[in-house]
C-alpha cells in the first residue's frame, strides 16, 4: 500500500502518510489517489474542491465548519508548517467536543483527514506556510460556522498563546455551549 493511514485519539479523523521515492533529483510522491485512498481508509469520498491558503507566522484561522452541506476535509502543507485542528461537534458522538491537533508541514508531508461532523482550524507555526485542502462539498459563506478557538471547555492546546492574528469573524465565534452543533 503506497499510503498509511493511523487513526488519531478520534479515530474518525486519520493521518495519512503518503510513499515518498527519493533519490539524489529530489522526491515524488501521490498527494493523492483515490483508489489507494480508498483501499487504505475504506472512505469513498469524492472530492469537488480544492483550495490552497498562504499564512503567515501566528496566523489561526478557524475553527470552521458547515452544519449544512458538510464538508470532509483532507488537508496537507505544502511550505512550512502549521498546527491543524479537528473538534468533534456531533452530538451523538462518544467523543463530542474532543479535539485532536497534528503538526503538518513541507518536511513530514502528512496530511490530515477531517470528516464531516468536525469544525476545523489551523495555526501557522513557520515564518510563512501554504496550506491546500480538498473538500467533499462545496463551500457556502451563508451556511458557513465558526468554533471559537480558544473555548475554555474545548480547551485546545495550541503551541503558541501569543502574537495571534485572527479575522474579526474568528474572533468573534460562539463557544460550543451557543454554537450550532450536528446530531
Given at each position: 500500500m503506497p499510503t498509511t493511514v493511523t487513526p488519531t485519539a478520534i479515530p474518525e479523523v486519520l493521518v495519512v502518510e503518503p510513499k515518498v521515492f527519493g533519490d539524489a533529483r529530489g522526491f515524488f510522491f501521490e498527494s493523492f489517489n483515490a483508489r489507494d485512498f480508498r483501499e487504505a481508509t475504506g472512505l469513498d469520498v469524492t472530492f469537488v474542491q480544492d483550495n490552497h491558503s498562504g499564512s503567515s507566522r501566528g496566523v489561526l484561522r478557524g475553527l470552521h465548519y458547515q452544519i449544512e452541506h458538510p464538508q470532509g476535509k483532507l488537508v496537507r502543507v505544502v511550505q512550512g508548517e502549521v498546527f491543524?485542528?479537528?473538534?468533534?461537534?456531533?452530538?451523538?458522538?462518544?467523543?463530542?467536543?474532543?479535539?485532536?491537533?497534528?503538526?503538518?508541514?513541507?518536511?513530514?508531508?502528512?496530511?490530515?483527514?477531517?470528516?464531516?461532523?468536525?469544525?476545523?482550524?489551523?495555526?501557522?507555526?513557520?515564518?510563512?506556510?501554504?496550506?491546500?485542502?480538498?473538500?467533499?462539498?462545496?463551500?457556502?459563506?451563508?451556511?458557513?460556522?465558526?468554533?471559537?478557538?480558544?473555548?475554555?471547555?474545548?480547551?485546545?492546546?495550541?503551541?503558541?498563546?501569543?502574537s495571534l492574528i485572527l479575522n474579526k469573524k474568528d474572533s468573534d465565534a460562539p463557544m460550543i455551549s451557543r454554537a450550532a452543533l450536528f446530531r
Open positions: 491543524d485542528v479537528a473538534v468533534d461537534l456531533r452530538r451523538s458522538s462518544p467523543t463530542f467536543g474532543r479535539w485532536v491537533g497534528e503538526r503538518l508541514s513541507a518536511e513530514n508531508r502528512r496530511q490530515l483527514w477531517i470528516p464531516p461532523g468536525f469544525a476545523h482550524g489551523f495555526l501557522v507555526l513557520s515564518e510563512w506556510a501554504e496550506f491546500n485542502y480538498k473538500v467533499s462539498n462545496h463551500y457556502y459563506p451563508k451556511l458557513e460556522r465558526i468554533l471559537i478557538w480558544n473555548d475554555s471547555t474545548v480547551n485546545i492546546k495550541w503551541p503558541l498563546q501569543s
